[in-house]
């Protein structure tokens, strides 16, 4: 890793990101004001360093009065909390997938690749809406909603590194020694082939982080009250040529966060395979 750590702009990247993760877990203590606090007399009121003597609204307020810096805080819980735990279940589902159609090949090969190409066939966001029609907004709903078909990124992965693997020599030796298939998968050619599955499960969270802003945005993600950084977008999408800040600033939360991932991940990439680096 001391190529990442020598990248001019992964390493910055990774201290965004990290800072971000920070925000999210500390946001009661971080947070200025009550997001879901509303005050009408404070309506679209514009960011403003100090108001009376006291700290103010630094970003403004929303159409309902409520805190903006406060909310995109409290938002970023939502958006990391989602990309993790869509990421981590699309990840462990993929490599399990992954192994079984690239090592056992035959009738389980076909019957996956044919799953897969089945759900890469929908595009994404479409499919994503089409689910949550029928299941409803709401947290949980929007996680299975994403990881439903995220799963077949890491298994198209780990299914060509298994087959490029499976015929080496250390898995040979393994199988003539008698060595169980599961004791192949998980112990000899999954620890080989980590490190892209590593590397573009973290580009994927960008990517659901994105997918989750356009749902709230549409309405179909977590529900009001709850701070949600594509549902503050659309909130500011009346008031954007009198109230610029309230759609403005969770934009650029949301264009920070993913392009500080996506070039972290890059730095990641490199660090694993020297033969991407410049």
Not at 21 to 44: C, G
Not at 46 to 55: K, L, Q, R, T
Not at 149 to 159: A, G
Request: proline share 5%; hydrophobic share 55%; aromatic share 10%.
């Amino acid at each position: 890793m001391a190529g990442f750590a020598q990248n001019r702009l992964a390493l910055p990247s990774a201290v965004v990101v990290l800072l971000f993760v920070v925000m999210a877990i500390f946001a009661p203590l971080i947070a200025p004001q009550d997001p879901n606090e509303t005050d009408l007399f404070r309506r679209l009121q514009p960011p403003a360093w100090a108001e009376g003597g006291e700290w103010a609204y630094f970003l403004g307020c929303d159409a309902l009065g409520r805190d903006i810096l406060s909310r995109i805080i409290y938002g970023a819980r939502i958006s990391i909390f989602i990309g993790v735990v869509v990421v981590s279940i699309a990840t462990v589902v993929g490599i399990l997938a992954g192994l079984a159609s690239g090592y056992l090949r035959g009738w389980v090969d076909i019957v996956i690749s044919r799953i897969v190409d089945i759900l890469l066939g929908f595009p994404y966001l479409i499919f994503a809406i089409g689910l949550m029609a029928m299941m409803g907004p709401g947290l949980w709903n929007i996680i299975l909603a994403l990881a439903y078909k995220e799963w077949v990124i890491p298994c198209r992965v780990v299914r060509g590194e298994t087959l490029a693997t499976r015929e080496l020599e250390y898995v040979e030796a393994a199988r003539a020694l008698g060595a169980s298939g599961r004791h192949i998968m998980l112990r000899e050619i999954l620890p080989n082939i980590l490190s892209p599955v590593i590397v573009v499960s973290t580009i994927r969270m960008a990517h659901i982080i994105i997918l989750e802003a356009s749902l709230s945005f549409l309405g179909l993600g977590v529900q009001p009250p709850t701070a949600s950084w594509g549902s503050m977008v659309a909130d500011g999408r009346a008031f954007i040529l009198e109230a610029w800040w309230v759609s403005t600033f969770p934009g650029l939360a949301i264009v920070a966060l993913v392009l500080a991932i996506n070039v972290a991940s890059q730095g990641l990439r490199d660090a694993f395979d020297p033969r991407f680096a410049e």
